[in-house]
């Protein structure tokens, strides 16, 4: 927190009148960049005509915007999630449920006649969430001050593979395929 507040040239008692401590300063940062990252991604992307492959590679594209953009953010988020404890994740696993239910009434929503299973959509979350992070940390390097070792364009496009790659598995192991050249409501069909 004491370095937080000198990076802002605040002090650090005026820090704790808006955050109670490291942990909610934290989770204000995950919220910002999270609505940060959402409204960029939803002003790109068509849900009813987009491949499933596009919108993967969009959302993969502006997550990497931001980062290069906030560097020094994504490396303070990944560390403090890495090293905190499980008493701190309350909130973030709270959010993340959130987040895959949203994302299976979508999916259940753009899928014709389909159930989606809300636990598996939040493993899939879970899954994609730490090969972003991973990667990402491996990308930024935690303490490096050089530029990144893979090019933006050749992040993207990892991202977006691995990305297709953990939805494709999942698919498969709840008993679906996926075609990813089609739009998201067509995609997805019962093995």
């Known amino acids: 927190m004491g370095d937080i507040a000198k990076e802002a040239g605040a002090a650090k008692p005026k820090l704790y009148r808006h ?10 940062i995950v919220d910002r960049v999270r609505d940060m990252l959402w409204g960029r991604v939803v002003s790109t992307i068509d849900l009813a005509n987009d491949t499933a492959r596009e919108l993967i590679g969009r959302t993969a594209a502006e997550y990497v915007l931001v980062v290069v953009e906030h560097p020094n953010v994504f490396r303070f988020i990944l560390h403090s ?11 973030a696993l709270h959010t993340a449920r959130q987040s895959a239910r949203r994302a299976a009434e979508l999916f259940g929503g753009l899928l014709d006649d389909v159930s989606v299973d809300v636990e ?3 493993l899939l979350n ?8 991973s990667a990402t940390d491996w990308w930024l390097g935690v303490n490096r001050l050089r530029e990144p070792t893979m090019p933006a ?5 990892y991202l977006a593979e691995i990305v297709a790659a953990l939805a494709t598995a999942n698919a498969r192991r709840t008993g679906f ?3 990813t050249d089609l739009p998201m409501h067509l995609a997805f069909r019962p093995a």
């Open 126 to 133: 879970y899954s994609i969430f730490g090969a972003v992070a």
């Open 153 to 157: 364009e050749d992040f993207i496009a």
């Open 81 to 91: 999630h890495f090293t905190r404890r499980a008493s701190e994740s309350d909130r």
């Open 120 to 122: 598996s959509v939040e």
């Open 19 to 28: 955050f109670e401590d490291k942990a909610d300063l934290y989770d204000a």
């Open 177 to 179: 395929t996926v075609d």
